[in-house]
DNA sequence: AATTTATTTAGAAAAACATCTAAATAGAAG
DNA sequence: CTTCTATTTAGATGTTTTTCTAAATAAATT
């Protein structure tokens, strides 16, 4: 949780595809897995991060766990980048 | 330059808040570092990775160098973003 | 021209990160 | 209840990043 997990966890180019992959729709984490030449272990530490930065949740299902987008978060860092756009300025902040 | 070199230098907590610090304005190199408890040689690093960003830019005074925020790269960041909320969808890409 | 002030570069050490293999867990299916 | 499938956890290894100290550059001042 925080900002600072957020854009560490948005650093990462492997989690920032996996995030474009999740655009559409939700996917299980060995789908996700097929986009890359990866191990499983490492694409499942991949989604820990995103999770822990509350950028996607997970849905457990059967013996599948499928990873969704979490869209409020982006929304917080539409704010925080925000703050730094030609014009802007202390107040509303 | 490119949005990788972006978000790897929005990563560091570090190098945000000097963002944070230049939206008061141009700051000189010696003048960012007073804000932390490193090195000026440790800020400089962090501060080229910023301009490599293009997150800031410099300008070259006396014997000062002075970085201030470069608002244009910022909107990238904005849109990048901005393909995750929710209500977005392939349209406009 | 020598010295001082501001900053960067180079090189080294330590910390953090990405990735792998192997083992563990959990549920499904036989 | 054993085996198979999907995923995660643990531990090891190599790579990248952060930070430092010391040296280099560059312009200003004496």
Redesign the pocket.
Known sequence: MGIADTF?AL??P??REILVLLRGGRL????I?EHF?????????????LKKADLVF?I?E?????YELNATVFEEVMLWVAQFREGENDEGK
Chains 1, 2 share one sequence.
Not at 37 to 49: C, D, E, V
């Open positions: 560490k650093g990462s492997v989690r299980s984490a060995g789908e897995g030449s990866m191990t499983g272990a490492t694409i499942s530490h991949h989604l820990s991060q997970e457990k059967k013996n599948f766990v499928y």
